[in-house]
C-alpha cells in the first residue's frame, strides 16, 4: 500500500508517497519552502498542493513541530503561534479530502526507526531525538509509542537555558561550536535525560546524524547510542505509518 506521508518544518514542507510494507518511497520526494509567516491557512495550502501533486486520495499522514492531542495543535516553539489550539487534523482533511492523521514530527520519525531502521526490533525504553532548527523527542516502551514528549524543552545550566537554546544542531553552527564542544553539550543533555527516563537505547537522528563520527563518541551514558538510518526520509515514512490505521 502506498501512502503520502508529509512532514512540515520550519523552512521546508516535503511530502513522498511512501510503500509502508518497506519504507521505501514510492514516488519522488517534493519539497515546497514553508511559506513565511507559516500560519495554519498558508501551511495547509502548501500541503493542499503537494496532495495535488501527486494526484493523491486516500489516508493522508501529516508530521509536525508541535504537540498534538486528538488533532489539535497544543504548542508552537518553532512554528506561527496562531497554530496553538487550532484543530489541525481536520482542517487538512477538510482541505485534502483525506482522511487524515496529524502528529508530532519526532513521534513520526520514531515510528519509522523503529519499523525500519535503527530500532527495529528493539524493547525496553527506547529514545530517539532529531537534532536539527529544535530538538525533537520520542519515546517507545516495547514498541509502543509515548506520544508528544517534548524533551527539546528541559532546562538546563541550572534552568537558565532551553535544551534546544544549547544543544541543538542550529546552536553548534550559530556559534561555530567545535565537534568536540558541541559532542560536550550532547553528553550533558543525554546523561541529563539517563538520569531522568534510564532508556536502554538513544538514538540520533536528525541530518546531523550523518556525521555521527564526529560527535557520537563525546557521548558518555550508559544506553546503548546510535545513530538513526532512515536519515531525512524518517519524518515523511513515520507519517505515512501513522495514517496507515485510516486505510
Ligand atoms: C518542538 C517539538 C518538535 C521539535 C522538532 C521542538 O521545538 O517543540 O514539538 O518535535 O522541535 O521539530
Redesign the pocket.
Known amino acids: 500500500m502506498h501512502i503520502l506521508g508529509i512532514d512540515v518544518?520550519?523552512s521546508g514542507i516535503k511530502g513522498a508517497l511512501v510503500d509502508i510494507e518497506t519504507g521505501q518511497f514510492a514516488s519522488d520526494r517534493l519539497r515546497i519552502d514553508t511559506p513565511q509567516p507559516a500560519t495554519p491557512t498558508a501551511v495547509i495550502q502548501t500541503i493542499q498542493q503537494i496532495a495535488t501533486h501527486f494526484a493523491y486520495q486516500g489516508p493522508l499522514g501529516v508530521g509536525?513541530?508541535?504537540?498534538v492531542l486528538d488533532g489539535v495543535l497544543m504548542?508552537?516553539?518553532?512554528v506561527d503561534e496562531s497554530w496553538i489550539g487550532y484543530p489541525g487534523q481536520t482542517a487538512v482533511a477538510e482541505a485534502t479530502g483525506c482522511p487524515t492523521v496529524l502528529l508530532?514530527?519526532?513521534?513520526a520519525a520514531g515510528l519509522a526507526e523503529m519499523r525500519f531502521g535503527a530500532g527495529k526490533n528493539r524493547g525496553g525504553v527506547v529514545m530517539i531525538f532529531?537534532l536539527?532548527?529544535?530538538?525533537?523527542?520520542a519515546m517507545f516502551v516495547d514498541g509502543r509509542l509515548v506520544p508528544?514528549l517534548?524533551l527539546?524543552?528541559l532546562y538546563l545550566q541550572n534552568m537558565r537555558l532551553d535544551a534546544?537554546d544549547f544543544a541543538t544542531d542550529r546552536v553548534r553552527k550559530a556559534e561555530d561550536l567545535s565537534w568536540k564542544q558541541w559532542g560536550r553539550r550532547l553528553n550533558s543533555y543525554f546523561q541529563h535525560i539517563e538520569g531522568l527516563f534510564s532508556p536502554n537505547t538513544i538514538i540520533i537522528g536528525g541530518g546531523v546524524s550523518k556525521k555521527h563520527e564526529k560527535f557520537l563518541k563525546y557521548i558518555d551514558v550508559r544506553a546503548q547510542v546510535m545513530p538513526a538510518q532512515m536519515l531525512n526520509r524518517a519524518g515523511i515514512v513515520g507519517a505515512a505509518l501513522a495514517a496507515e490505521v485510516k486505510g
Not at 75 to 78: L, M, P, Q, R
Not at 104 to 107: E, I, R, V
Open positions: 518544518g520550519g509536525f513541530p508541535a504537540v504548542s508552537a516553539a518553532n508530532n514530527d519526532a513521534d532529531t536539527g532548527t529544535g530538538i525533537g523527542s508528544n517534548e527539546g524543552h534546544e
